[in-house]
């Protein structure tokens, strides 16, 4: 089956598009290669902003963040301890 890119006007397999739960037919409108430059050069364009953007919400979250860094090393402390204790028996 073959369904048409609105962006490049060219018909390509329907395996060639993402999916999309919000349109009829549950695949996206443009084709995965025509999507890929879009988000490409959107990236690009506003790389400044998400930069921004992901900094001011770190820097929100520390406490939090460092938090989860802190209790993720204990974890893994405690799964490698057990583990080596497990392979020395």
């Keep these: 089956m073959l369904k048409l890119c609105s962006r490049c006007n060219k018909k390509f ?3 060639m598009f993402n999916k999309n739960k919000r349109s009829a037919d549950g695949l996206g409108y443009q ?3 025509c999507k890929k430059g879009m988000d490409r050069k959107s990236r690009l364009l506003h790389r400044d902003q998400r930069i921004t953007y992901d900094r ?4 929100a ?3 939090h963040n460092l938090l989860q860094r802190k209790l993720h090393a204990k974890i893994i402390e405690g799964y490698t301890s ?7 028996k």
């Design 82 to 88: 057990n583990l080596w204790q497990s392979l020395s």
């Design 13 to 15: 397999p329907v395996t």
């Design 31 to 33: 084709c995965k290669s």
């Design 56 to 59: 001011n919400r770190w820097h």
């Design 61 to 63: 979250r520390r406490e």
